[in-house]
């Protein structure tokens, strides 16, 4: 009795891991840190200095030099010179660098891990066990990318010199995030981390010419939001990659626009946890730790809303509020502790404010232990009794704060946690395999978990949908995004442009017998006038009429969105079924083909081995997409854990295609076969030359069993309605082919729905080239990775 009463009362002591090797290594700098430019440690004169503090107890740790734009310039050139001769030295000397940096990271493990707990104030538990092995596993991952790049990623070339910006959440991990995959495919990087967490990647700097990176390859500056932003602007970055708040996101995207960069965008979350009635509750609390209270919820992709089936709620939320009770906190140094500081006092204040200011909405707070802004500690706290659209269940709190709902049925599970601006995470929690299975893949979101939270690994791409942003990291997929393929050439228009001068006065003096022909607008299956009444003559080569089309408007725009929203069941079509819509798409056209040819040769001035040419083209292009509808297909993937990520592409949803001028029937079916063979639906606004071609495609299509809003073509003048799609807010991505005004255009007015943007200059490929005009870089931009990570065995 008396042995057991005193085991209920063991307290935990503290078991410190040392700083003394991370101390020491700090004075050996003298606490200050410049820039790592060009495999040199820089100092300038008179720089703004930012202090970097322990958030536990407020100690000065070091101190940072603020990167001036002439320093940034000076990063991005060391990155320029030296990347054409890091590409050429080869896929096997480059694996042999990420391998060194892996065993050096690896050697170097514990002070890194201690570096980061003091600079961040996360566990010392979390960053020796998760974040640098996962890090490191990184660099062991793509050390075997860069050895295959030349058989397994032929015909892609590196983007060249790309911009890192990452957070303060992990700063070691998302740095070997960034840079592994990005140097492996032969890219050179300024890599710039959070001004509150430098030091780690610091310590990474050193290292790099240990490991013989060569000078210029790995830049890291340092500095506040503002060097960031000189960053991404610079006019010699050739791609943006950047994780943190979705607001800093669309700043970036908009200072971007019209550059012609590549663009990834890792951003903020409000992931579902969804525990159905059937779920295994002890894992399910094991599996909220995970979700909310790893890394203080400092993580974009936390558990933070917790669904639960109500006939289970109650019996939960007791188990959770008990296990609450044994959460450790404590110095996060203390390897027995399970809970940290929040990085910062102004994150602290953050996650304080939004909490108190939502609960002024209602809500119920539940915490075993009060906030205490000393040593920047907020304590696991839950929050019930409270509707789907109060703000703290819409804003991201980043912070040890779950809300808990209820749902009843299945249908309402998905819905309410489909009922976010997000779409970074989610996981499901089930016994029942089937039921896990349906849901997974209902939840809009890039990576969803079945029974388990927060697993991440190198092999398994990670990014979100909606204003989680765009892109993946890890996996194959994240290796296309520092990469370009190497087969686009730069062609000129092949067809002959229209003389606009005299067609005027044509259109009063035609005596063509078609000039009363008007072909209308394909709107959700149906042929329909355009909303203002308005028609526009498409002309042939030779100025004369060859039929009227309508003046669209934005009505007619959001007409067209609207169709192919209805349209979404095409999504959910098999593949099998998809291809067989384009086969017989093929089919019907062919028996136009006399017609087509004469068309193409009147209307684009081609001669009749051209006009067919691109016809022949255009049926073999729709057979290439048939035949990928079924083949595009996802990987299982074999990470460190008992279980299976399956990798599925999912389609992006409704896609708005601005077409380019020349080459007209080819141009259109290589946009929109690829778009729908992967079960998108899309919006079609034709190149201004050659409008009438798209719209005799019409029939063709009415005939051809596509269901009616998969395809929608609006004519008129290209950069207004091109401007009202990618103002839209439930078209998720426009690829746009035209000048540079139209581009840019288009990229900043994406900024509201963060849109994936994929913009090229009007005469960038001859649609005939099967190297330019068709393959796997259009299925890949019809598509994007959902992981779906799933554990198995009792
Ligand atoms: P930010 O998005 O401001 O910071 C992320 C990175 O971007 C940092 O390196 C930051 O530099 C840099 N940065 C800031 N402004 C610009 C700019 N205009 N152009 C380019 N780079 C810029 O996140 P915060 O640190 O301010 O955190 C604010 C909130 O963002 C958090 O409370 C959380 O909700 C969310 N967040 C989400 C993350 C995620 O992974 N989804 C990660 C971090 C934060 P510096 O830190 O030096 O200012």
Redesign the pocket.
């Known amino acids: 009795m008396k042995l057991s009463k005193s085991i209920e009362e063991l307290e935990y002591s503290q078991a410190l891991e040392s700083d003394k090797e991370a101390m020491e290594w700090l004075e050996s700098n003298g606490r200050k840190f410049g820039q790592f430019i060009g495999g040199e440690f820089l100092f300038q004169k008179n720089a703004d200095q930012i202090k970097v503090t322990n958030p536990a107890d407020s100690s000065v740790l070091a101190a940072i030099e603020v990167a001036d734009d002439k320093t940034v310039d000076l990063a991005v050139t060391a990155a320029s010179k030296s990347q054409k001769s890091w590409y050429k030295a080869g896929g096997h000397a480059r694996a042999k660098v990420l391998y060194a940096l892996a065993r050096l990271i690896q050697k170097h493990a514990r002070v890194i891990s201690v570096l980061e707990t003091l600079d961040n104030g996360k566990p010392i538990r979390e960053s020796r066990d998760s974040d640098i092995p996962l890090a490191i596993r990184h660099f062991y991952y793509h050390a075997g990318w860069a050895q295959l790049q030349e058989s397994e990623l032929a015909g892609q070339e590196p983007v060249g010199v790309v911009a890192q910006?990452?957070?303060?959440?992990f700063p070691f991990l998302m740095l070997a995030w960034k840079i592994a995959p990005a140097i492996a495919m032969g890219n050179s990087i300024v890599l710039?981390?959070?001004?509150?967490t430098p030091l780690t990647a610091m310590f990474f700097a050193q290292l790099c010419t240990e490991a013989g990176v060569p000078k210029g390859v790995i830049n890291i500056i340092n500095?506040?939001?503002?060097?960031?932003?000189t960053?991404?602007a610079h006019p010699n970055v050739n791609k943006v990659a950047?994780?943190?708040?979705t607001?800093?996101?669309r700043?970036?995207r908009k200072?971007t626009a019209g550059q012609s960069k590549k663009l990834t965008l890792?951003?903020?979350?409000k992931s579902a946890f969804v525990v159905f009635d059937d779920a295994d509750l002890d894992s399910v609390v094991e599996g909220i730790v995970d979700a909310i209270w790893y890394n203080q919820g400092e993580v974009?992709c936390a558990g933070s809303r917790l669904l639960i089936q109500a006939s289970v709620e109650k019996k939960l939320v007791a188990k959770i509020k008990k296990r609450m009770e044994t959460l450790r906190f404590g110095t996060p140094l203390d390897k027995s502790i399970d809970v940290g500081s929040l990085v910062s006092d102004k994150?602290f204040e953050?996650v304080s404010h939004l909490v108190k200011s939502g609960l002024k909405s209602g809500g119920n707070l539940f915490q075993c232990e009060k906030p205490d802004s000393s040593k920047n500690y907020y304590p696991p706290s839950i929050i019930t009794d409270v509707d789907s659209s109060h703000p703290l269940v819409q804003e991201?709190?980043?912070g040890p704060v779950l809300v808990i709902m209820s749902f009843r049925t299945q249908p309402e599970a998905i819905q309410l946690a489909n009922n976010t601006r997000y779409g970074l995470s989610a996981s499901v929690w089930s016994e029942n395999i089937n039921r896990a299975m349906h849901v997974a893949p209902a939840l809009i979101a890039g990576v969803v978990w079945i029974n388990c939270h927060n697993k991440f690994d190198a092999a398994c791409g990670f990014g979100g949908v909606k204003e989680s942003g765009f892109g993946r990291e890890g996996g194959k997929e994240g290796l296309y995004e520092y990469l370009k393929p190497i087969q686009l050439k730069y062609k000129t228009t092949k067809g002959a442009s229209v003389n606009k001068a005299s067609s005027i006065s044509n259109v009063q003096n035609s005596t063509s017998s078609e000039i009363d022909r008007t072909l209308k607008f394909y709107i959700g299956g149906k042929q329909v006038r355009p909303d203002g009444g308005n028609s526009i003559p498409a002309l042939n080569f030779d100025g004369s009429i060859s039929a009227w089309v309508g003046q669209g408007n934005r009505k007619d725009i959001r007409n067209a969105v609207e169709a192919a929203r209805k349209a979404n069941g095409w999504a959910s079509k098999t593949a099998h079924l998809r291809a067989q819509v384009l086969y017989f798409f093929a089919e019907n056209l062919t028996v136009r083909k006399d017609e087509f040819i004469k068309r193409l040769m009147e209307t684009c001035g081609v001669k009749k081995p051209e006009a067919t040419a691109e016809f022949n083209a255009t049926i073999s292009r729709i057979f290439s997409y048939a035949a990928w509808a079924d083949k595009f297909d996802g990987a299982a993937h074999d990470a460190p854990y008992r279980g299976v990520t399956l990798a599925l592409p999912e389609p992006i949803g409704i896609i708005g295609l601005v077409a380019p001028d020349h080459q007209p029937l080819l141009a259109a079916i290589s946009l929109i076969a690829p778009a729908i063979a992967m079960g998108n639906r899309v919006v079609y606004i034709p190149g201004e030359q050659y409008q009438n071609i798209v719209l005799e495609l019409v029939s063709v299509m009415e005939t051809s069993d596509i269901p009616g809003g998969v395809i929608n073509i609006i004519t008129g003048d290209k950069k207004e309605l091109s401007s009202h799609l990618a103002g839209h807010g439930e078209v998720e991505s426009i690829w746009c082919w035209g000048d540079s005004d139209l581009n840019k255009n288009i990229e900043s007015i994406s900024v509201e729905n963060l849109k994936r943007t994929w913009c090229h200059e009007n005469n960038d490929r001859d649609w005939l080239d099967i190297n330019s005009g068709e393959g796997t870089e259009f299925l890949r931009k019809a598509t994007h990775v959902k992981n779906i990570w799933t554990p198995y065995g009792d």
Not at 165 to 169: A, L
Not at 192 to 196: L, Q
Not at 242 to 245: E, M, Q, V, Y
């Open positions: 910006i990452i957070p303060w959440n710039k981390p959070a001004e509150s500095g506040a939001g503002n060097t960031g932003a960053l991404s950047f994780t943190g708040s607001a800093v996101g700043a970036i200072s890792e951003l903020g979350g974009c994150q953050q991201e709190i980043f």
